[in-house]
Nanobody, 123 residues
Framework: VQLQACGGGLVQAGGSLRLSCAASGRFSGTFMGWFRQAPGKEREFVAA????????YYADSVKGRFTISKDNARKFVYLQANGLKPEDSGVYYCAATNGITSSIYDPGMWHTWGQGTQVTVSS
């Protein structure tokens, strides 16, 4: 499977963005998710969704502001980011894993990554 993310951009604090990730090829993962990485920082978990069933998981820093969703038929996963803050800035990556729920917060447990899309939130 290959992942292609898009939808990033420059937005003012308080604004919104919708990131999209398209999966091509045969997808058999358990979860699809989003991570982000700011300059000089480690890649961090943002959100994940179970591909079959739809249970979703969020980092504490984005709960109540971000929503992850999916379209199984089209093999898309989305991240609706509202109430953006400057600290949300970074490169956002979509990813896929066959891992179990307890492992989804560790980027090392995800086996397929998209190319990333830049999100910049100005204050």
């Amino acid at each position: 499977v290959q992942l292609q993310a898009c939808g990033g951009g420059l937005v003012q604090a308080g604004g919104s963005l919708r990131l999209s990730c398209a999966a091509s090829g045969r997808f058999s993962g358990t979860f699809m998710g989003w991570f982000r990485q700011a300059p000089g920082k480690e890649r961090e978990f943002v959100a994940a969704i179970r591909w079959n069933g739809g249970a979703s998981y969020y980092a504490d820093s984005v709960k109540g502001r971000f929503t992850i969703s999916k379209d199984n038929a089209r093999k898309f996963v989305y991240l609706q980011a509202n109430g953006l803050k400057p600290e949300d800035s970074g490169v956002y990556y979509c990813a896929a894993t066959n891992g179990i729920t307890s492992s989804i917060y560790d980027p090392g447990m995800w086996h397929t990554w998209g190319q990333g899309t830049q999100v910049t939130v100005s204050s």
